[in-house]
């Protein structure tokens, strides 16, 4: 069973950057077809924001995070990062970071969630 525990988080002013990581352990990243990115708002269900495709390094995102957020691995560090620019008051959210079940769908399995690392955006 993998354990994921994701870091970098914070407050930030609108349209600053913020740089998230995803730490695995107890089992790799290539034992995932895809690994991604989550965000639950306050009061919202969780929504996919990006995903990378373990060989070869495809990448998904999300509509309202394209140009802004780019997901990047480390294969020998065992880890994915989501590098957050020009961040606006609507991305506030605790990030998670979890494997993709279903590519058309982008849709993470109900298990393996790790904390989440908040992250704040003021106006």
């Known amino acids: 069973q993998v354990q994921l525990v994701e870091s970098g988080g914070g407050l930030v002013q609108a349209g600053g950057s913020l740089r998230l990581s995803c730490a695995a352990s107890g089992r790799t990243f290539s034992f995932y077809a895809i690994m991604g990115w989550f965000r639950q708002a306050p009061g919202k269900e969780r929504e996919f924001v990006a995903g990378i495709r373990w060989s070869g390094g495809s990448t998904y995102y999300a509509d309202s995070v394209k140009g802004r957020f780019t997901i990047s691995r480390d294969n020998a560090k065992n880890t994915v990062y989501l590098q957050m620019n020009s961040l606006k008051p609507e991305d506030t959210a605790v990030y998670y970071c979890?494997?993709?079940?279903?590519?058309?769908?982008?849709?993470?399995?109900?298990?393996?969630w790790g904390q989440g690392t908040q992250v704040t955006v003021s106006s």
């Open positions: 979890n494997s993709v079940l279903n590519i058309a769908t982008m849709t993470p399995p109900s298990t393996g």
